[in-house]
């Protein structure tokens, strides 16, 4: 088989071949940004993977002999904010880390900033990464927190998305600089660090409660969607993140399987962690169900296949819920079920169900334990603060006062007598 450009063949002691992508010795010395790596062993994935680092090295190539780098139509010139975003959304940093659902709202980001037209006309996207100085990341923030663009009403500022695309580009600054350290400022790598942003006020997630939680799953069964009530359900009562749902995290092979008949499992993708859910424990009058109505829902999803969550198709046919789809779902249900608030989402459940651990006076660990959080202030963040929560902790305050006073009062008699007893003493005397 003919192997790509720079792709070199070894047998493992296994007996497999894997591939591995060299770079020549001439050009490495040369200084090629592009580094040697190792491939694997699957034929199309190196073939892939061969073709992107021998895009970038020839690019690499022909900006260093002065000619113009040829490709596809929109390739981004080397060494450009185009060319360091796309550097960025193929490295480990983006795949790895940054969740599907968030990569349409990185994509979008990354747009604003490419697009913004400076005063010479041009595009800060055709700039040269190294021409980018803290003056002028200071003046990016300030276009963002003005409008972005747009018409805002006076004294309206955009503070979140100027902050979020602060953080982008310090971000993406930092992963690609790490990579390609030769194409930029040798003083200033990264003119993000040290943008001084405006405070604001940080708004809480909202949180939805028991009640409205079941009233908006009854109502999506009625109105035939028991994938979006299984959702909602899923999240407040065993705490899973909804996009973990969607992509089929959580199965019916886990949910009172032969092996842990009164156990649901459920894989947190994000922390790596699984939570053991106890379903019942045995009571003196027969089993105590501890999520009887959950599973009264569950028992109305159809079982189309190994994942609960999936979109029947019809003739037997089923596939995975695409997330954006099912809130669109979630949005156009809560509008017209009675007793669901305008701002009830997915996201809203899971933070409802936290909630629900606060108020119930758990302790962090035992909170931890189900949430599965690795780190109290992690835990801490899903945490709201209700008129519940409130009046709990002002009882406990109001308690302790009364108390103090209490045991003051004591004292003060216990002093005040033997002080009269002593006086009398000495009158006699």
Not at 66 to 72: I, M, R, Y
Not at 335 to 359: Q, S
């Amino acid at each position: 088989m003919e192997l790509p450009r720079h792709v070199i063949p070894k047998r493992l002691a296994s007996g497999a071949t894997a591939y591995y992508y060299n770079v020549p010795t001439k050009y490495r010395a040369l200084k090629c940004p592009v580094q040697n790596e190792p491939l694997g062993a699957d034929f199309a994935k190196m073939q892939e993977r061969a073709k992107t680092l021998n895009g970038q090295f020839d690019e690499w190539d022909q900006a260093r002999k002065g000619l113009p780098v040829s490709g596809a139509p929109m390739m981004p010139k080397y060494g450009t904010v185009d060319w360091l975003f796309r550097e960025y959304k193929i490295s480990d940093a983006y795949l790895k880390k940054v969740a599907v659902r968030s990569r349409s709202d990185y994509e979008w980001a990354m747009d604003q900033i490419c697009n913004v037209v400076t005063k010479k006309g041009d595009r800060v996207g055709d700039r040269l990464v190294k021409t980018i100085t803290p003056r002028a990341a200071d003046k990016l923030y300030g276009y963002f927190l003005a409008s972005k663009g747009k018409k805002l009403p006076e004294g309206q500022k955009r503070q979140r998305t100027a902050e979020k695309m602060i953080g982008l580009c310090r971000k993406a600054w930092r992963v690609v600089h790490r990579l390609f350290p030769h194409e930029f400022d040798a003083k200033v790598p990264n003119p993000w660090l040290g943008v001084t942003l405006e405070v604001r006020a940080k708004a809480k997630k909202q949180a939805v409660t028991r009640d409205e939680v079941y009233a908006f799953a009854w109502g999506a069964i009625d109105a035939g969607y028991p994938e979006a009530a299984a959702t909602a359900v899923i999240c407040f009562e065993w705490l899973q993140r909804p996009e973990n749902v969607v992509a089929g995290h959580m199965k019916w092979s886990d949910y009172r399987a032969p092996g842990a008949p009164s156990i649901i499992m459920v894989e947190h993708h994000k922390t790596g962690t699984v939570a053991p859910h106890p379903l019942e424990e045995a009571g003196p009058d027969g089993p105590v169900r501890f999520y009887a109505e959950a599973e009264d829902v569950l028992a109305k999803l159809p079982r189309l296949g190994v994942p609960m969550i999936l979109r029947d198709l019809g003739d037997g046919l089923a596939k995975p819920w695409i997330y954006s789809s099912l809130n669109h779902v979630v949005v156009r249900l809560r509008g017209k079920i009675e007793g669901v608030p305008a701002h009830f989402t997915l996201d809203a459940c899971r933070h409802g169900g936290m909630t629900e651990l606060e108020e119930a006076e758990l302790t962090d660990g035992q909170g931890r334990a189900l949430s599965t959080h690795k780190t109290q202030k992690a835990y801490e963040g899903y945490a709201k603060r209700t008129a519940k929560r409130m009046l709990s902790a002002t009882r406990k305050r109001y308690a302790h006062r009364i108390a103090n006073e209490t045991a003051t009062a004591i004292q003060n008699a216990a002093s005040d007598g033997v002080q009269n007893e002593n006086s009398e003493v000495a009158k006699s005397a």
